[in-house]
């Protein structure tokens, strides 16, 4: 999954796609390298974002949604409100991406029941701001597992069909360093609960404290991609269903290693 962020403010990319023709040439890009669907945001989820309005929102991710699906990408949308989930539905999104699963927006889970679509359900504790004072846990792994199984519980009273249900660790969402990679160590436990399972790790700042010293700033968010192909390529050789990546090329190269060892078997 390629990332295409229409928003001035994202922590690794922002606004160098947000204009509307930017976005839709840079997710022709990312298909051309490869990647099999793309996941376009409006909203930056970097701590202390400002939201946008709903109306900015839609303005941002729709015109984009409905060029790449016309020119026949599979695109999900990746929206917290139920309002752009249902009108990027309808422009030709393939799937929504809810990095609250549904928690944000009271309305989301009828949007996706309705329309039948996938759905990203992202384990969350809350929004941006003051996200990082959540990130207490006895068991990292336990504790995400059952609060995403409650979110599956919910959605799936609320009618949506158990098996549109792809989970997602959120990495980095009120997550600290040692939580991430407890969570990527211990994979294999949220992959055994049955739904395919999104991992996105891209050019987040616990691989860009990777090799610093202690106190120094992490490396800059471009100069993670290498570290990302590495967690991605271990989230795959696990099993999971599909990796969230800003840089395409680097992840792919990555997969192909791993598929030609299994195939030297
Ligand atoms: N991370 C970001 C945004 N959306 N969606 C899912 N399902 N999983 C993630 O880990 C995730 C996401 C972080 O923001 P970015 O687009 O600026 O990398």
Redesign the pocket.
């Known amino acids: 999954m390629g990332?295409v962020?229409v928003t001035p403010d994202?922590?690794?990319?922002?606004g160098q796609w947000f204009e509307p023709e930017a976005a839709v040439a840079h997710g022709h890009e990312l298909l051309a390298q490869g990647a099999d669907v793309l996941?376009v945001?409006g909203e930056?989820?970097?701590p202390g974002a400002q939201r946008p309005s709903v109306e900015e929102e839609l303005r941002r991710v729709l015109p984009v949604v409905q060029a790449l699906a016309r020119d026949g990408a599979v695109v999900s949308v990746?929206t917290m409100r139920a309002q752009v989930a249902a009108a990027a539905l309808e422009a030709g999104a393939a799937l929504v991406?809810d990095?609250s699963g549904g928690l944000a927006d009271d309305g989301m889970a009828a949007v996706v029941a309705d329309a039948g679509a996938p759905f990203?359900v992202?384990h969350w504790r809350g929004h941006s701001a003051g996200m990082q004072s959540r990130a207490v846990y006895g068991d990292v792994v336990g504790e995400v597992r059952d609060e995403l199984l409650a979110r599956v519980e919910a959605l799936t009273a609320r009618g949506v069909r158990d098996d549109r249900l792809v989970l997602?660790p959120?990495?980095?969402?009120a997550k600290l360093a040692s939580h991430n990679w407890t969570l990527l160590a211990r994979l294999d436990e949220l992959l055994g609960l049955g739904h395919p399972v999104?991992?996105?790790?891209?050019?987040?700042t616990f691989l860009g404290r990777l090799g610093v010293p202690e106190g120094d700033p992490p490396r800059e968010p471009l100069d993670r991609d290498v570290a990302t192909a590495a967690t991605s390529m271990h989230a795959a050789r696990l099993g999971a269903w599909g990796v969230?990546v800003?840089h395409v090329p680097s992840t792919l190269d990555a997969m192909r290693i791993a598929r030609a060892i299994e195939e030297a078997r």
């Open positions: 990332v962020n994202s922590f690794s990319d922002g996941d945001g930056s989820t970097r990746d991406n990095v990203v992202m997602d959120g990495f980095g969402f999104l991992v996105g790790t891209s050019r987040k969230r800003h």
